[in-house]
């Protein structure tokens, strides 16, 4: 595995698994010569606890030592957010061509109250370029399908802002937690957006 070579024992991995059956988990884990130790949450805890995104492209992160999330993302099934993730376990800068500027937020968490099943609202996070070369945004991603951004693509020149809009259509009532990850060049190279409340029937 690369990650042993890579990085010894300073970075550990958690698996949680909420199977329909513990015994076909169990053969296939096997079956596959998988021995690392996995958490079986038959009551599906876990997931009720953090709502997890349906999609599992987003149900894998990248914890720091205080277990606060810094990257949310499978490096297993993206070669980029792989080498994302290196970058960030490893404190290397990433290797740019495209100078990297700071980047500024008036709020990283927007609540919403008033959201209905199967109707649209709309969300808005405001970015101000506050470095010194212009803010390029590369792709905006949301953590599930009924949530779909929209933003300008031309560069942001220093000292401007820019807004990253949200059109949301809940499909389930109940509590909703999404989360929009926008990559652009800034140090990190992704900044993290969180919408919240609650979905009326």
């Not at 909420?18 to 053969?27: A, I």
């Not at 998988?34 to 987003?58: G, S």
């Not at 490893?90 to 959201?115: C, M, Y």
């Not at 070369?133 to 031309?154: E, F, H, M, Y």
């Amino acid at each position: 595995m690369e990650s042993d070579s890579l990085f010894r024992d300073s970075l550990s991995f958690l698996f949680f698994f909420q199977p329909k059956s513990k015994k076909e988990l169990n053969t296939l884990f096997r079956r596959e010569k998988f021995y690392h130790p996995v958490f079986i949450d038959m009551a599906d805890t876990v997931n009720r606890l953090n709502h997890f995104p349906v999609n599992p492209a987003y149900q894998c992160f990248l914890l720091d030592k205080n277990n606060k999330v810094q990257i949310i993302g499978n490096p297993v099934s993206s070669p980029k957010m792989w080498t994302l993730y290196k970058q960030v376990i490893s404190g290397q800068a990433q290797e740019r061509t495209v100078p990297v500027t700071e980047v500024s937020v008036s709020s990283s968490e927007i609540k919403l109250f008033d959201l209905q099943k199967d109707k649209k609202s709309v969300a808005t996070f405001t970015l101000k370029n506050t470095g010194n070369q212009p803010l390029l945004i590369s792709s905006v991603n949301a953590s599930c399908g009924c949530t779909k951004p929209s933003w300008d693509r031309r560069p942001v020149k220093p000292g401007k802002e820019t807004s990253i809009t949200l059109e949301i259509e809940p499909e389930e009532a109940g509590f909703f937690h999404k989360t929009v990850q926008v990559y652009c060049n800034t140090e990190k190279g992704v900044i993290q957006f969180v919408i919240s409340g609650e979905v009326k029937e």
